[in-house]
C-alpha cells in the first residue's frame, strides 16, 4: 500500500530538497523538517495502552505507548531522518543498518547492521529517503523480517513508480509512506526529476 503525504510544508521542502543550489547545511535542514511532518502519518495507528495519571487535581485517564518504534535509518541517505523522527518520539531506539548500491549492478550491498535483541515485536520504521529501484529497500525488509520484525513501515521521501512496485510484489504487507511520487529512473538508477544522489547532498561528498 502506498500512502503519499499530502501537506503544503512537504512541497515547499521536496522543491528545496530538488533545488541543487541548495546548501549543505539547507539540505540537512530541510530533510530533518520534511521528516518530522512525515512522522505524524506514519505513527498515526501507533499502539497506545490505558496508563491512568493523576494530575495536580484529581486522577485522569492517560495513555503511553505501547512498544516504542525502532528507527531503522539505512545508510548513509536515511541518517538525515532520524532527527525528525526523533524529535517526534525522543523514545525511539535507533537501529543503522549499512548498505550502498553498486554502481554497476545497482544491487544493494549489506555492510553493516545492529538488531536490537528481544525487540521483534515492536514497530520498525525502516528509513530511507530515497526509493528508486526498490532494491535496497527489499533487501533491508527482507533483513528486518529474518531478525524477527513484523510490523514494518517503509518511510521515503522521493519514489519512483519501479521501486513501489518491487517493494509491493516482494513485500505486500509493508506499507510505503512517501512524500513524493516521482516520474521514474534514468539509465543509472537515478530518480527524475528526484534530487540527485541524497547522501552526497547531506555530507557534501559531491
Ligand atoms: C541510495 C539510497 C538508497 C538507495 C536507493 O543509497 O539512500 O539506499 O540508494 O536505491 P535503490 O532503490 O535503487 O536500491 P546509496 O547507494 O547512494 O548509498 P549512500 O546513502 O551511502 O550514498
Ligand atoms: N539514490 C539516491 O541517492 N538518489 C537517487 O536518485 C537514486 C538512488
Redesign the pocket.
Known sequence: MLIVVEHPLVKVHIATLRDKGTSVDQFRNTLTAVSRLLAYPVLDELPIERHDVTTPLSESVGYRLTKEPILVPVLR?GLGMVEGFRDVIPGAIVSHLGMY?DHETLKPVRYYSNFPSHRDDHPFLLLDP?L?TGGSAVDALDYLKHEGARDIRLVSVIAAPEGVHFVSTRHEDVPVFTAQLDTGLDPR???IP?L????DRQFGTL
Open positions: 541517505a548500491r530515497m528508486a538508477g537515478y530518480i528526484g540527485g544522489d541524497a547522501g
